[in-house]
């Protein structure tokens, strides 16, 4: 398949966006409950709602971002920048992610109210993130048609 300037694009901003998603969430992982990770990457504070939720909730995210997420995204950028086939299908597999997991927190957020409604959530979570997911998924789905 032919690499365009387009393919570089979406290539590199899920490189860019799972490096610093998985490196955060790697955080989580191995440090659950610091107060750097609950500051940085949980956002919220564990007594604005239920501590156990609070704790479960994140920390189901950090081990699937880390885990599993985050991997496939790297692999299908790196396989759409060389031109493979199932470079594209994994970066389609892996746009979902971005859009699919805005929902769940919206809910969580609107009926806990454990995240500030700050301009940074609105622009990350409720901007980038499915932004992002979308274009990517669409992108790649007509890139496989072809």
């Given amino acids: 398949m032919d690499v365009t300037v387009a393919t ?3 290539a590199v901003g ?9 490196g955060l ?9 610091s107060e750097w990770t609950i500051e940085n990457v ?13 704790f479960a909730f994140n920390q189901g995210y950090a ?24 470079g594209f299908l994994l970066a ?7 859009w699919y997991t805005a929902i769940p927190i919206f809910i969580w957020d609107r009926d806990m109210g454990f995240r500030r409604k700050t301009l940074f959530y609105w622009v990350v979570v409720w901007g980038m993130f499915p932004a992002y997911g979308i ?9 496989l048609l072809d």
Wanted: charge should be positive.
């Fill in 8 to 10: 570089w694009v979406v």
């Fill in 14 to 22: 899920g490189l860019l966006l799972m490096i610093l998603l998985g």
């Fill in 25 to 33: 969430q790697l955080v989580a992982v191995v440090r659950p409950r």
């Fill in 42 to 54: 949980y956002g919220g504070d564990p007594t604005g709602t239920d501590p156990r939720a609070y």
């Fill in 63 to 86: 081990w699937a971002d880390a885990v599993f997420w985050a991997p496939l995204q790297i692999a299908g950028s790196i396989g759409m920048l060389l031109g493979q086939r199932w």
């Fill in 92 to 98: 389609l597999m892996a746009s979902v992610p971005f």
């Fill in 135 to 143: 274009v990517a998924g669409v992108y790649c789905f007509v890139r």
